[in-house]
């Protein structure tokens, strides 16, 4: 049972441009909500999480916006960098479940210089 | 604060062997997970241990298995290796007072031939 959605799949945007990305998740017990960044040949790096309490976070150029009502979040790059350009997983859990991330399929992000 | 480490971080095998796969955490975690990354099937949860016990398991056969020591290191082991079982093993730690923030490695590339 996919948890979570994500998409698009892949998402192609110019320097300067936002870039953003979705996701829906089923399970209403999930309690925190982070976004992955993944070059290639490197493992995934936390970029920044919500909680549900919260509808908005922001850190530098980062957005999450959060819906709880429609059990969705996204991702907003703003003035998207080329450097941006990588997979980026949402992923979902239950500080109750201990560690246990269920991600969404990924998106892969292009920018255009 | 050095990162997580995984040795290998390249391997080749032959269906039926087995492998054991090395993970040491950021220096103060206890909780490490695992995860297996295919094109796929994408990100997928394999165990988690804290304190040298497996606190939580994900939908793979029994081949896969696990286990954690004293000074939190961690390693996974695949027996019976199949041609699916080709991936990226990843682990990811974290701490006892944010153990939904988890920090991942490089991760081990296994192929299996």
């Known amino acids: 049972q996919q948890q979570v959605k994500q998409s698009p799949q892949s998402l192609i945007v110019q320097k300067g441009g936002i870039s953003i990305i979705n996701c829906a998740y089923e399970?209403?017990?999930?309690?925190?909500f982070p976004w992955y960044q993944q070059f290639p040949g490197k493992g995934p790096a936390l970029l920044i999480a919500?909680?549900?309490?919260?509808s908005e976070k922001k850190e530098g150029r980062f957005t999450i916006s959060f819906n709880k009502s429609a059990k969705q979040f996204s991702l907003h790059i703003m003035d998207s960098q080329p450097g941006d350009s990588a997979t980026y997983f949402c992923?979902?859990?239950?500080?109750?479940?201990?560690?246990?991330?269920?991600f969404g399929e990924g998106t892969q992000l292009t920018v255009n210089p | 604060k050095a990162g997580v480490t995984q040795t290998p971080r390249y391997l080749i095998k032959t269906r039926g062997q087995q492998v054991t796969l090395s993970c040491s955490p950021i220096?103060?975690?206890?909780?490490v997970s695992w995860y297996q990354q295919t094109p796929g099937q994408g990100l997928q949860f394999l165990f988690e241990?804290?304190?040298?016990?497996?606190?939580n398991k994900g939908n793979f056969p029994g081949r896969f298995s696990g286990r954690q020591f004293s000074n939190s290191r961690s390693e996974m082991n695949v027996s019976t290796l199949e041609l699916g079982d080709s991936a990226l093993y990843l682990c990811?730690?974290?701490?006892?007072?944010?153990?939904?923030?988890?920090?991942f490695g490089p991760g081990t590339r296994l192929t299996v031939t």
């Open positions: 241990y804290f304190s040298e016990t497996q606190r």
């Open positions: 990811a730690s974290s701490s006892r007072r944010t153990p939904y923030e988890q920090y």
């Open positions: 919500i909680r549900p309490d919260v």
């Open positions: 992923a979902a859990s239950r500080e109750t479940s201990g560690s246990r991330l269920t």
């Open positions: 220096s103060g975690h206890r909780s």
């Open positions: 399970n209403t017990a999930f309690d925190y």
